[in-house]
Each structure stands twice: as C-alpha cells, then as structure tokens.
C-alpha cells in the first residue's frame, strides 16, 4: 500500500512538472513573439516606439477585461473596485507600465549583454517580495536551483560574446544598467502583486484594472514622449501586420501569465521564461542572420534543469498569525507536494 501511494504521488508530480513547463514555454514563445516583431520594426522600418506598442496592448486588456468588470456584480463590478482600491491599482499600472518602457529603452544605452544578465535580478528581488507579502518559504533546493537556471543565463551570454553579439553598446552604459536594474525590481513588483491579485481575488480583477490604468498611463506618456516617433512611421500593411502580431503576442502573454502563476508561482514562471532569449536567438538564426553557436543548446538545457529541480520540491506557505486576507483557495505546484498525500489519504479512506 505504501509503495502504490508513493508511485501514485511520484506520477501526479511528474505530471504537474510537465504540465508546469509546457505552460511556461508557451509563455517564452509569446515572449519571443513581441521580441522578434519589434526587433523587425526597429531594423527593417527604423520604427522605434515600444510605449506606442505597449499602449496597443493595454488598449486590449481594457477593452476585454475592464469591461468584462463593468458587467459584473457585487465586489467584483468595476465601480466597487475602483472605490475601494483606485490609488493601489494606479501604483500597479504605473510599475507594469514603467517596467516594459525602461527594460526596452534600456538597450539605447547599454549592451545586449548586459540587459540580459542585469534582468536576472529580478528573481532574487521577487523571492524577497514574496517571502516578505507572500510569505513563501523556500527551501535550499529552491536557491539551488535557481543558482543553476542563472548559470543557464551566464552560458547564454557567453553564446552572444563568442558569437559578436555584445558589440551593440549604447551611449551611456552606466544609465542603460541602471534603467535594467529599476526595470527588473518593477517586473518584481508587478509579479507579486499580480500572484497575491489572481490567487486571492481573481484573474479579471487584475487583468481589467491593469488594463484600464495601464493604457491611461502608457497613453500620457505615449503624447509626451513618442509623438514625433508615430508621426514619422511611413505606415504600410506589413508595417501594421507587425504592430498586430506583437499587440496579439503581448495580449495572450498577459492573458495566459495569471493562469500560469495561480497554479504555479511568479518565481517558477520567471525561471521558466528565462527560455524567452534563446527562442529569440534560435528565430534570429534565420530571420537576421544571427551565428549559431553550440552554447545556446548546452545554456537552454541547464535553465530547465534548473526550472524543473526548483518545481520538483514543493515551497510552503505561511500565513500570519492574525491575517483578514482571504485563505488561498487553489494549490500550484509549488505547493503541492505539501497536500498530495493527505488527498490521497482521504481518496484511499473514500474508497473503503
């Protein structure tokens, strides 16, 4: 009997670690998607606007999910919301908004290279803020693991160097580092507020306020800061087709991204999406001539053994003492293995 329970929860897990990474590829190939289509603006038109294509995407978010709240009744309508947690939204709009600007404006400044190993630091400050808000509480395996999805990414930017990719340097070095640094902590930011949002309230509530504010906020700053940029563009259908295809990539990115972390966690989705940057270079091989090297193979291969080792071992979840914010009611791979065997307890006593 013992043994039949332990291959039953070995099974479940392996099946959940397999499920967890498919969900987390097809996110870095959403990820790709508005990489590549920007890339093919910026080389091939010189159109440079990535607050023009954001605002698209927040435009989207709001015209499906902001209204989907307009409908709905109770605490979940719009208007309660926006009465009861209005300034707490504005905050989340703005860091969602100014992560993607600065990350992006970041590579007038500095080196591909450096965009690529800075961003990482992302995931130590998004453990923190989720030890901290979330209270999750890794174990050593988690650190671990993620020290070998980041050696991953060392392995990643050692392909680019061999391969001439680090020639792209800016004007000011210092100032694009910088603005990767701030860019990462906001992702943070969002990432955890966005977990806390879709795992105790629910994916419309974030998905529709993040909309609503994002595209108000992305739309100022869009009239302040690019204007003369989207009056230049020479527009044409492919010009169009591009703007299309990255709005639908970033759209289902945002869409798919809370269902991702509300059976997951924001950490294993950001370790997961570390894949985004080689899915890039693999596309580049043909679209932009990019040199291939063997690197690339061996660095993909260390981030999902990486991703797979931090899913393979369950983080607990603490609650304060004294907490009046609602129980969690779903349970994610992350803490799965803490509830695997008492639910195959109770199917056991079920049965007989």
Known sequence: MAISRSGDQGSLLLVNILKTIALGQMLSLCICGTAITSQYLAEKYKVNTPMLQSFINYCLL???????????????????????????????????????????????????????????????????????????????????????????????????????????????????????????????????????????????????????????????????????????????????????????????????????IKVTSATSVNLGILTADLYSLFFGLFLFGYKFSGLYILSFTIIMLGFILYCSTPTRTVEPAESSVPPVTTIGIDNLGLKLEENLQETQSAVL
Request: hydrophobic share 55%; glycine share 8%; with cysteine.
């Open 62 to 260: 709001f015209l499906i999910y902001t209204v989907m709240l307009a409908f709905q009744s109770g605490s979940d309508n719009l208007l309660y919301i926006l009465k009861k947690k209005w300034w707490k939204y504005i905050l989340l709009g703005l860091a969602d908004v100014e992560a993607n600007y600065l990350i992006v404006r970041a590579y007038q400044y500095t080196t591909l290279t450096s965009v690529q190993l800075l961003d990482c630091f992302g995931i130590p400050v998004l453990m923190a803020l989720s030890w901290f808000i979330l209270y999750a509480r890794y174990r050593v395996i988690h650190f671990i693991a993620v020290a070998v999805c980041l050696l991953g990414v060392g392995t990643m930017v050692g392909a680019d160097i061999l391969a001439g990719r680090e020639d792209n340097s800016g004007s000011d070095v210092l100032i694009g580092d910088v603005l990767v640094l701030l860019g990462a902590c906001l992702y943070a930011i969002s990432n955890v507020c966005e977990e806390y949002i879709v795992k105790k309230l629910s994916r419309q509530e974030f998905l529709g306020m993040v909309g609503l504010f994002g595209t108000i906020i992305s739309g100022i700053q869009l009239l302040f800061m690019e204007y003369k940029d989207i009056a230049s563009i020479h527009w044409d259908w492919k010009i169009a087709l591009l703007f299309v295809a990255f709005a639908l990539c970033m759209f289902c990115l945002y869409s798919f991204m809370p269902l991702v």
